[in-house]
């Protein structure tokens, strides 16, 4: 496959930010969030003959120009890890053809092949300093079907900001009334005075050779690990809570089988970190279309690999949200938040540094609604985010009925080779299928 960029252009908003929204100072968490981007794709298939290419590539770039003006830190450029410039640069946009019908791309759609379909390196660092904060690529098959890639500086945007975004872009599309966004500036968490910040690297893996491995877990499987997983600390355990736990297990069980076969230092503990949407658990809640990074995280205990079964992994994680609701939201309320959450993350930065405890890392993109983004052609037929490569991540995705869930796992290439071929795994999960649409 070999997709051939055909256009570049730069959207600008269509009516101009205001001289007194030129500086956007961004919050705390916004500073604290990766310097790269945060990418996404939809595909959509060539439904009932879509209107031609041009016209769509029209469409979106005209709605695109209208909710610049609403979102319009994402016409600017980020500066030294502290603020937006709003400066109306705008958006790159680009337009590209590729060589393939749609739906043999989705036979077996690899992390390598999915990049292709974005305007930008996820780990690219003008992300934080310079570069732009909004990139699209949309890319025509030889079908006549479309994908359309978007790349979001992290500075600025989480996964739930993300849906916001494409929410009200779809809206734009389709003529019809936008939400009205609210941006998480710096009175919310406020960062300190007078001490720069500077943005933690995307190579968090360090120079680690990292495989990517995608998962799907149908409905009947989550139904399957949520009777194995029940106990009573967590007698109804959520479809998140249930697959997080089986690719840990699995996770830290290919960790030990390559540890037995070198001789160098290795973790024989183990911890799951996983991200938790703060919006509405804030006091007061955040607004609904609130944009931002918003998000903390817990830790849960270290465990040894062989220690914890499913059931177990499960209690783990709901005893990391209890005590999280109970008492890590408190990190992020009041004057002196700044200091309870570097407190965090010194606790947190060591154990993550820590060359006897394997950390992973969980983030959950399920519930917000990005297949019901349609733009005048249809809803897409697939959504993706082309992997993320950290060492030791997982990222869990609706799949399109709503009801499974679809795991990017980012391992060690030696690591991976176990994960991949571990029997209780594939019980549960297909690795890589075919995106039917």
């Not at 959520?238 to 030990?256: D, F, G, P, S």
């Not at 939201?329 to 700044?338: A, L, M, S, T, V």
């Amino acid at each position: 496959m070999e997709v051939q960029i055909l256009t570049k252009e730069i959207i600008k908003p269509s009516s101009p930010t205001p001289s007194h929204l030129h500086r956007f100072n961004i919050s705390l968490l916004d500073q604290l969030s990766t310097a790269g981007y945060v990418p996404v794709i939809l595909f959509f298939p060539n439904s009932n003959g879509a209107t031609p290419f041009n016209e769509r590539s029209d469409r979106l770039k005209k709605s695109l120009a209208e909710i610049l003006t609403r979102f319009y830190p994402l016409a600017g450029r980020p500066r030294e890890n502290s603020y937006i410039d709003c400066n109306d640069d705008g958006a790159e946009y680009v337009e590209a053809r590729t060589n393939c019908v749609l739906s043999d791309f989705l036979k077996e759609p690899t992390p390598e092949l999915l990049a292709q379909f974005l305007p930008i390196k996820t780990e690219a660092p003008e992300a934080a300093d310079g570069g732009r904060m909004l990139l699209v690529q949309v890319t025509l098959f030889e079908c006549g079907g479309m994908a359309m890639g978007i790349s979001f500086s992290h500075k600025l945007v989480d996964a739930s900001s993300i849906s916001v975004i494409l929410k009200s872009w779809s809206a734009a599309a389709l003529g019809s009334d936008m939400v009205e966004p609210e941006f998480l500036q710096t009175s919310l968490v406020p960062s300190p005075e007078g001490i720069p910040i500077a943005a933690p690297p995307t190579d968090l893996g360090g120079k680690v050779k990292c495989s990517s491995r995608r998962l799907v877990f149908n409905a009947q499987s989550i139904a399957d690990l949520k009777s194995k997983a029940a106990s009573d600390i967590a007698p109804n355990p959520t479809r998140v809570e249930v697959v997080t736990a089986l690719i840990w297990k699995c996770a830290m069980k290919a960790q030990a089988s390559t540890t037995r076969k070198t001789t160098s230092p290795s973790p024989n503990l183990s911890v799951m970190s996983q991200t938790v949407n703060l919006r509405k658990r804030l006091t007061p809640p955040s607004p609904e279309y609130s944009i931002g990074n918003l998000v903390g995280n817990f830790v849960t205990d270290a465990i040894p690999a062989w220690e914890k079964d499913l059931k177990g992994l499960v209690e783990l994680l709901r005893d990391g949200v209890r005590e999280f609701n109970k008492n890590g939201i408190k990190r992020y309320e009041g004057k002196d938040c700044f200091m309870k959450i570097f407190e965090w993350l010194q606790q947190s930065g060591g154990l993550f540094m820590r060359e006897d405890v394997a950390f992973y890392i969980s983030s959950s993109w399920t519930r917000f609604g990005l297949y019901e983004m349609d733009f005048g052609w249809g809803k897409p037929g697939w959504v993706s985010i082309g992997s993320i490569m950290f060492l030791n991540f997982v990222v869990l995705m609706d799949t399109k009925d709503g009801e499974g869930i679809e795991a990017w796992v980012t391992l060690k290439e030696d690591e991976m080779t176990f994960f991949q071929s571990d029997d209780e795994l594939l019980s549960f999960a297909s690795i890589n299928p075919s995106v039917l649409i």
